[in-house]
C-alpha cells in the first residue's frame, strides 16, 4: 500500500489527539451529587412562535403589547493565511479588524390577531486592510443603517390554526444546513417573504408554506457601500419550500421538506476597484430540494442524543463554470446528494457535563464537468459557519468530513442555567468528494484553489482543522465568546500549491434586551 492510500485509511492526528483528550477530560472527570437539570423540551411547534415578551424586559410596554429590542454586537477577528495558504505573503486578508453590528426593533400587538415589527441595522467593518465592499476577500464591509426586519402577521393561533406572515423576515428551518439567518455574518440574511403557518398542538405538528425573495446587500461597484441607501430584495432569486415539523414520536423531531429555488443568472457580481471579484449568491439554477431530518429530544435517551438530515436534488442548473461562461449560463441537467448524522453522550451526573460528540457529513460533487449533467450539492441558503469548521473553508458541497467534539460546562447557575461558562473543542478533517469538482468555501462558491489538472491528479485528503470556543453569560443580557482555530494543510493543498497552515482567532461581545 502506498503512502498516499495509506494517508487516506489513517485517523488524522488531529481527531486522534482530540480523542485522547476526551479519554484524559473523562478519566478525571468526578460525579457530582447533584446536577442541573435541563429545561424540558419545547414542542416542535413552539419554535416558529413569535416569542413573548418576558415579564421583566425593561423594554416592553403596555402589557407586552409594544416591545423594542436592541442589540450591540462587536467581533475583533485576526486571520493569518485563511485565503491564500501562504505565510510567506503579506496579504490584505491577513489582518486583523473590527466587525460591528447594532440592531434596533420594535414589535407592537395593537389587536390580539395582529403583529407588526420592524427592525433596523447597521454593520460595519473597521480597520481592515482589504477594501469594504461586501463579500470580496471575504469582507464583512459595510451596510449603514438599514430595514432588516418589516413584516405585519395576522392570526392568533390560540384560537385559530392559520397564521400569515409577509414582509422582510427571517426565514431558517432545522439546524440550517439548507436555510439560515446566518447570524455569524455581520450582514446576517433575511428575506422578502410570504409564510403561512400552521399548527395543530394535539397533533404536535407545524406546517409552513412560504415563497420569497432573498435581501441582498448593496453596494455591487467598485466603491465601498456608503450612505443611507436601502438594500432590496432580488427579484431574480425566488426561493419557495413546504417544511413540516412534528414530536409526534416523544424521543425525537421528526421533520420532512421540499424547497423550490429559481435563479435565472449568476448575479449579483461585487467588485473591489482592484478586480477582486465576489458572487455571494450561487450559481443560475431551478433546483428542487427534497429531504428529512431527525433529532433527538433533550433528556429523552438518558444522556444519548442522535441527529441526521439528507437531501436529494433534481432539476437544472449552470454547473461548474456558469459564473463565467459569456453570453449567460448555460443550464445543465442536475441530480445531487448530500447528508450528516451524527450523536452523542453526555455525562449529566458527572462534574462538568461533558458531552463527546461524533458526525459525518458528506455532499456531492460534479465527477465529470464535461458531461450533461451538474452533480455539485447547491447548498441554498444555509448558516455554514456552525457546521464544518469556524475557518468558513468548507461548505456543503463536494465533501467528506468526519468530526468529534468535546463539551464542558465547567460553570452552570443552578438557579439559572443561562449563567454558564462552557468549552468546547472539535477537530474536523476533510476530503474532496471528488477531485473532478473544485474545493468551496463557505459560501460554496469561491473556489480555494483553481480546478486545474494538478488539483485533479491531486491527493483527496485536504487538511485537519481544529476549533476551540469558550463562552461565558455573566449576564443575562451580556454574552462572551472566544475561539482560535487552526488549519493543518494536507496532500491536496501541498500539491496544487502554497501549502501554509492558518490561524484564526476572535473576541466577541453581545449585548441584548
Known sequence: MNQSIARRFKMSQTLCLLAAAVVIALGTASRAADSVSPPPPQPAYAT??????????????FDGKLVFDVQERVRVEERDNNFDLNSGANAATDDLFVLNRFRLGMLARPLDFITVYGQGQDARELAAR????????????????DLRQGWVEF??????????????QELLYGDERLVGNFEWNNFARTFDAVKLHYENPDARLWVDGFAGHVVTIEGRGTSPNVGFITDDANWNDTLAGLYASTTLLPVQTTDVYVF??????SDPLYMDNLGNPARPYDIAQEIFTMGFRIKSTPGKLSGFDYEAEGAYQVGR?????????????????HSAFAGHVGAGYTWEKWDWKPRLGVEYNIASGDSDPNDNTDQSFLNLFPTNHKFYGYMDFFAWKNVHNPALSLKLTPYQDPKAAWRAFTVQLDGHA???????DAWYRANALTRVRPLNAAARNADSFVGEEIDLTLAYSPWKFLKLQAGYSHFFAGDYVRQTGNASDANFGYLQATISF
Open 260 to 265: 423550490y429555488r429559481q435563479k435565472p443568472s
Open 317 to 333: 442548473s449552470s454547473g461548474q463554470f456558469g459564473a463565467v461562461l459569456p453570453g449567460g449560463p448555460q443550464m445543465l441537467e
Open 430 to 436: 476533510f476530503w474532496l468528494y471528488t477531485n473532478d
Open 130 to 145: 482589504r477594501q469594504s465592499v461586501p463579500f470580496v476577500l471575504g469582507a464583512e464591509g459595510d451596510d449603514p443603517f
Open 155 to 168: 392570526g392568533n393561533l390560540k384560537k385559530f390554526p392559520l397564521s400569515l406572515r409577509a414582509g422582510r
Open 48 to 61: 416558529a412562535l413569535p416569542k413573548p415578551a418576558a415579564p421583566d424586559n425593561p423594554l416592553s410596554v
